[in-house]
């Protein structure tokens, strides 16, 4: 009888403890989005420095997010500093996660504040390849060409 009160206990402390992680791993979870959202909000209010190391903090806790918006925000504030490259690095990053033109178009953007033209006019064309791609895939799914 022993054996079967001490195994449940032990089920009991095991099922509790696991209960308190999950807890706490949402409230964490909860506390970055909250970090995100006020750190998006000072980029809005166009307080670019506080919004810049608001996302690098998110980021460090963070360190292999897949949100694009994260690194474009992080571009877009080296980039209203005039820190051309470090908006590079970042806009590079959002691109990499979702090719869309407009990080293509931010790339570019940045290369030309640096007069690489060779670069923005490489950026724009994949940028433009990629419209076009994904319009010739909307036009199949639409026509079924």
């Given amino acids: 009888m022993k054996k ?3 195994v449940f206990i032990v089920f009991f402390n095991f099922l509790f403890s696991q209960n308190s992680d999950l807890k706490n791993l949402n409230t964490n979870s909860i506390n970055l989005d909250r970090e995100f959202l006020n750190a998006e909000k000072l980029f809005f209010q166009k307080k670019y420095n506080l919004s810049r190391e608001a996302f690098l903090l998110y980021l460090k806790k963070r360190p292999l ?3 694009d918006m994260l690194y474009y925000y ?3 504030c080296y980039f209203q ?3 051309y490259q470090n908006a590079i690095e970042y806009y ?4 990499d996660i979702n090719d869309s033109y407009s990080y293509c ?3 570019a953007n940045s290369y030309y504040q640096l007069k690489n033209y060779p670069y923005v006019v490489n950026y724009l064309e994949k940028g433009t390849d990629n419209v076009l791609h994904e319009a010739k895939q909307g036009d199949e799914l639409v026509y079924g060409s």
């Avoid at 590079?92 to 691109?95: H, R, T």
């Fill in 4 to 6: 079967i009160i001490i």
């Fill in 65 to 67: 997010s897949t949100n």
């Fill in 74 to 76: 992080i571009g877009a």
């Fill in 81 to 83: 500093d005039k820190q």
């Fill in 92 to 95: 590079k990053l959002a691109f």
């Fill in 105 to 107: 178009n931010n790339i």
